[in-house]
């Protein structure tokens, strides 16, 4: 199975803020990567799919990038309604396998 | 609008077996691949299982393999987990998802919607 992990686990970061995650993939797939974001007690929503592409209605203030193994998701400028947890998954290979989440917190 | 609806989850003892099921509105059910997604209580997400469009091809984590099985009615646009053998460690609220096509290995599927959710505890 392909493994993914996110780093940071968690952060802390303030309204305005310019925030990066980053998700690696145990090996190549290519950029066939999806970005979720949860809030607590609601169903994940897709955010980002093939690494780069802005789901429709999500904000343009998120974006992500990368090929390969190395991928980022980057908000520009943390909103309130962005605390969350956001999860990276690969579609390279069955098992489909989510990253471990990253918890974005007020600072 | 799409809307998935989950529903049949529930306590369950050791052992046991439930059934779970989602009902889609709002696409052609029948043109896209559906999946079901877990999440256990304070953890990340689990896919569990996938089904083509026409049903006619499942996969499943080898987690759940041999014990749940998936299926779906395009008839009446509804989505089924038969879970057997369940254990403590299958207690999570499960999530259907839609795919983005009518194939689950694709590669650059996503799952472009969720359902809210139905939550499974599994306890004597």
């Known amino acids: 199975d392909i493994q993914m992990t996110q780093s940071p686990s968690s952060l802390s970061a303030s309204v305005g803020d310019r925030v990066t995650i980053t998700c690696r993939a145990s090996?190549?797939?290519?950029?066939?990567l999806n970005w979720y974001q949860q809030k607590p007690g609601k169903a994940p929503k897709l955010l980002i799919y093939?690494?780069?592409r802005l789901q429709s209605g999500a904000p343009s203030r998120f974006s992500g990038s990368g090929s390969g193994t190395d991928f980022t998701l980057t908000i520009s400028s943390l909103q309130p309604e962005d605390f969350a947890t956001y999860y990276c998954?690969?579609?390279?290979?069955?098992?489909?396998?989510f990253g471990q989440g990253t918890k974005v917190e007020i600072k | 609008e799409v809307q998935l609806v989950e529903s049949g989850g529930g306590l369950v003892q050791p052992g046991g077996s439930m059934r779970l099921a989602c009902a889609a509105s709002?696409?052609?059910?029948?043109?896209?691949?559906m999946s079901w997604v877990r999440q256990a209580p304070g953890r990340g997400l689990e896919w569990v299982s996938a089904?083509?469009?026409?049903?006619?091809?499942?996969s499943s984590a080898d987690s759940v393999k041999g014990r749940f099985t998936m299926s779906r009615d395009n008839s009446n646009d509804a989505l089924y987990l038969q879970m057997n053998s369940l254990r403590p460690e299958d207690s999570a609220i499960y999530f259907c998802?839609?795919?983005?096509?009518?194939?689950?290995?694709?590669?650059?599927?996503?799952?472009?919607?969720w359902g809210q959710g139905t939550p499974v505890t599994v306890s004597s």
């Open positions: 998802a839609q795919g983005s096509s009518a194939w689950y290995n694709l590669n650059g599927e996503y799952f472009q919607s």
């Open positions: 709002g696409f052609t059910f029948s043109s896209y691949a």
């Open positions: 089904i083509t469009g026409r049903g006619d091809s499942t």
């Open positions: 090996q190549s797939i290519s950029t066939n």
């Open positions: 093939v690494a780069s």
């Open positions: 998954q690969q579609s390279y290979d069955t098992p489909r396998t």
